[in-house]
Structures are given as structure tokens and as C-alpha cells.
């Protein structure tokens, strides 16, 4: 084992933990749902409104930042410049920080809160649900879930490339908690497992979609010896990406990745109903920005109901539980870009994208139960993983383009898996910009391992409950991170006063 992790009370803390709940989770799979759906219910109940208000603080507070003279420091030398083209950057961005989820949720998720929709009074199926389930979709996949990422990817950035030290959770509170190396190895060690159960959610998300896919396409079982398969299939693929190391496996996979969703994109925008898709692309923006405030901070103590909690504050949750491996991922890529570069590269091109592919794919179906009498909402109703699938079958080319999909969610999902199994490799190797092969061999089995019990354990639900176990106390270290990189802020010295002799 390398020398960055012998020894490291870190890895061997984390790795003895995840293994437990794959054991646990294999032998007594009812009792890990139920424990993880008890898990949920706490802490969406009790502490919602705790995530709201911590996102919206964190959107806020990024914008800020970037329009102030901190604005121009860079995350890096003074005379640093990018490490990547930004093509090649955002497809980056885009692969860690969406992955297959955005193919997952990009039609099942607008179709979803049309068939059943936000608001209590609001009739499902009808023209005020579709354009209601658009702006909630748009605002999901915004800017705030993407401020998550952004704020452990700045102070990471920084720490790691203008301070030059190791880039770990727990350096970048130091300033707030001081040198106390127990608590900065809890701290460490609970980035690690949240990571792990972040990915292999997301993993098992992907694995549930392809089987559908492939029952969809080629009539495929959807069995779990499918599913099982595809998991030892992706392993393999991402273990040997992996050996290539950052610049080669992972770069060409994002790229690839980017070229493959803007050409389903295009596909799609010109083969569906055009002038559809781009007013409900516009309409859906004004509704987002309308709505950002009120969707924001927007709870249900009077009225009851569940809706937010099993939306909202689970994509909140989501996001923070995947906070600690995406957004070090995107602070190792950042290298060179000022802070304003880096939180507009961030929180505006990725959510964009993101946008244009549910106004494209999710306008698509919304506009054929709309108007062609189609039954999608149902479909998804009763099975999200179809809802692509499902939406391909009123366009031109079907199976060709099902069977570019179904690759398209693979390469996301193992791009997300190689760029985890690094990011593992860093942060259990004392925050080594090289991690071994042999710590990314391994936190690549337990990823897919996790994976392949939690879709034992139940499935969907088990999927997306068990992503929430190191929310919570993630979002106060997210909180301490935002008040550390303010405090570091202070004492740094400003780019333009070094340039006034230009």
C-alpha cells in the first residue's frame, strides 16, 4: 500500500465503516432500508429548514464574493492560468456534478410533479401542472444545488493552490476548530463515507435506468443478476480508467460525455417540438427566477404535507452528502481560474446545461401527454427508470437513440466513479494530488459494492434514503468552511495592488 496510506488513521476508519454497511446491509437488507428510511424521516422533519436556509446562504454569499475585488484573486499564483481548456472544464464539471443523475431525473422528474403535483390545490395532468413541474424542475438542478459544490470546491482550490496546503475538509476549517487532529480525523473520515454513499446512490440510480433501458430496447430482464452484472461490467471499466490517471481516462471521458449529451441535446431540440421546447425553456427561466426566493426558503408548517421533504430538502441533502468528493474534484480542476471565473464557470454554464436538457427532453414529454394523448406520467409514475426511454418512443431513430443513451448514462457513471475513486485516493492518502492505484482499487469495489446492496435493500427508495446518512452534520462543517475561507479572506492580499504599475 503507498506510503501517503499506510498508516493514515483516515482511510482505515472510513474503509471499516463502509465495509460494515455492506456487510450489514447484505445480510439484513430489510433492516438497512428500514434504518435508513428512519434516517430520512429524522432528519428532513427536524432539520429542513436547517438545509433551506444553509443553501440559500450559500448561493447568496457566492455571488457576492465574485462581484467584490476578491473577486480577482486567483486560485493559484498571482500569474497562474487555467490548468484545463474550458470545454474540457465544464464537460469535467458537468460529469462529477451531474453524472447520470440529470439523464435520470431530466424527464422523470418534471413528469413526476406533473402527474402529482407541488401545490395541494393544483390539478395534476393539466397546462398549469406541466409549467408548474418545469420551473420546479429548472429550480432543482439550478443554481442552488450547484453552490453546494462550489463552496468545498473554492476553499479547497484555495487551500490547495494559492496557500499551498493539503486539500482536506479538515484544513479548511482549521481556522475555526484549530489543530485538533481527532476531530480533523472525524471530520475526514465522515467526507469519505459521505462520499462513498453519495456516489453509490447515484451509481445504483444509473444501474436502475440502464436495466430499464435495456427491458425498454432489447427486452432484457430486469433482474438483479442484470443489474449485478452492469455493476461488475462499470467496476472494471473505472478501475482501468482510473490507472490513466486525471489527464487521461477522466479527461477524454469528459469530453466525451459533453459531446454525447449535446448531441442527444440537439437531437432531440430538432426531432421533437422546437418552438415547444424553447417557450417552455423561456417560460421556465422567468418562473424559476419569479419563484427562486419563495422555492428557496419555501416550507409547510401550516398546511402539512410531504411534497418538500421528499423534493426539495432530499435534493439538498443529496447534494451536501455529495459536496465533500465533487466539489474537491472541482477544486482540483479549477487550478489557474480567478474566483469570479470559477463561481460563474460554476454556478452558471453546468445549471444551464442543465436547463436546456429538461426543457428539451421533459418538454418533449410533457408536450406528448399534452397534446398526443400519450400516457408518459403514468409510465413514470410507476417506474422512473423508463421515463427516457419512454419519451424516445414518440421521436424518430428510437432504438438508436435508447441504445445512445444507455451508453451515455455508462460512460456518466463511470467517469463519476473514476473521479470518486481519485478523490477517495486524495483525501485517504493525506490530500496527495496523486493517490496510489491501490487506494483507488479499493474504494472503487466498496463504491460498487454499497451500490449493489442498497439496490438489494430496496431499490429506488433504499437508494435515496441511505445518500442522507452524513448530511446533516455536513452541512454544519459546510457552514464552518463558509466562515474559515471568510477569515483567510480577510488577511489575503489583493491582485490589483500589485498591478497598479501596469
Request: proline share 4%.
Amino acid at each position: 500500500m503507498e506510503k501517503h496510506t499506510y498508516k493514515n488513521p483516515v482511510f482505515f476508519i472510513s474503509v471499516i465503516i463502509v465495509t460494515f454497511l455492506v456487510i450489514f446491509g447484505a445480510i439484513w437488507p430489510e433492516n438497512f432500508k428500514v434504518g435508513a428510511e428512519a434516517l430520512f424521516g429524522f432528519t428532513t422533519i427536524n432539520f429542513g429548514w436547517f438545509y433551506l436556509l444553509a443553501v440559500f446562504i450559500f448561493v447568496l454569499f457566492l455571488f457576492g464574493i465574485s462581484i467584490t475585488k476578491y473577486g480577482k484573486i486567483r486560485l493559484g499564483p498571482a500569474n497562474s492560468r487555467p490548468e484545463y481548456p474550458f470545454f474540457t472544464w465544464i464537460g469535467m464539471l458537468f460529469s462529477a456534478g451531474f453524472g447520470a443523475g440529470l439523464v435520470f431525473w431530466g424527464v422523470a422528474e418534471p413528469m413526476s410533479h406533473f402527474f402529482a403535483t407541488p401545490f395541494p390545490g393544483l390539478e395534476g395532468q393539466t397546462e398549469e401542472a406541466a409549467r408548474v413541474a418545469m420551473g420546479y424542475a429548472f429550480f432543482h438542478w439550478g443554481v442552488s444545488q450547484w453552490s453546494v459544490f462550489a463552496i468545498v470546491g473554492l476553499v479547497i482550490a484555495f487551500l490547495q493552490f494559492k496557500k499551498s496546503k493539503k486539500g482536506l475538509i479538515s484544513t479548511s476549517i482549521k481556522p475555526v476548530i484549530g489543530k485538533n487532529k481527532s476531530v480533523a480525523t472525524t471530520i475526514d473520515s465522515l467526507a469519505v463515507i459521505a462520499t462513498v454513499m453519495g456516489v453509490a446512490t447515484s451509481l445504483g440510480l444509473g444501474i436502475l435506468q440502464m436495466t430499464g433501458g435495456l427491458k425498454t430496447v432489447f427486452g432484457v430482464p430486469d433482474s438483479l443478476w442484470v443489474q449485478i452484472s452492469i455493476a461488475g461490467v462499470m467496476l472494471l471499466t473505472y478501475l482501468l480508467s482510473s490507472s490513466t490517471g486525471l489527464n487521461k481516462g477522466i479527461k477524454y471521458l469528459s469530453n466525451l460525455n459533453l459531446g454525447l449529451c449535446l448531441l442527444l441535446l440537439v437531437f432531440v431540440f430538432f426531432t421533437g417540438p422546437t418552438v415547444f421546447i424553447l417557450n417552455t425553456f423561456v417560460l421556465g427561466l422567468g418562473d424559476y427566477f419569479t419563484n427562486f426566493v419563495q422555492y428557496s426558503l419555501r416550507l409547510s408548517p401550516y398546511t402539512g404535507g410531504t411534497w418538500v421533504r421528499e423534493w426539495t430538502i432530499f435534493y439538498w441533502a443529496w447534494a451536501i452528502a455529495w459536496s465533500p468528493f465533487v466539489g474537491a474534484f472541482v477544486a482540483r480542476v479549477s487550478k489557474g481560474r480567478s474566483i469570479r471565473e470559477f463561481v460563474f464557470g460554476v454556478l452558471i454554464v453546468p445549471p444551464a446545461i442543465a436547463c436546456l436538457w429538461i426543457a428539451a427532453f421533459g418538454g418533449t414529454a410533457l408536450f406528448s401527454d399534452l397534446n398526443n394523448g400519450t400516457a408518459i406520467a403514468e409510465a413514470v409514475n410507476k417506474d422512473l427508470a423508463v421515463a427516457l426511454f419512454q419519451t424516445f418512443g414518440g421521436l424518430p431513430l428510437t432504438d438508436i437513440m435508447s441504445v445512445l443513451a444507455i451508453f451515455l448514462i455508462f460512460t456518466f457513471l463511470v467517469t463519476s466513479a473514476d473521479s470518486a475513486t481519485y478523490i477517495l485516493g486524495s483525501m485517504t492518502s493525506r490530500g496527495s494530488l496523486n493517490p496510489g492505484l491501490t487506494g483507488k482499487i479499493i474504494w472503487g469495489i466498496l463504491i460498487t459494492a454499497i451500490a449493489v446492496v442498497l439496490i438489494i435493500a430496496g431499490g429506488l427508495s433504499a437508494l435515496q434514503t441511505a445518500s442522507l446518512v452524513s448530511a446533516l452534520p455536513f452541512t454544519v462543517i459546510l457552514i464552518l468552511m463558509l466562515i474559515s475561507f471568510v477569515r483567510m479572506l480577510k488577511v489575503e492580499q489583493l491582485p490589483h495592488k500589485t498591478k497598479q504599475k501596469n
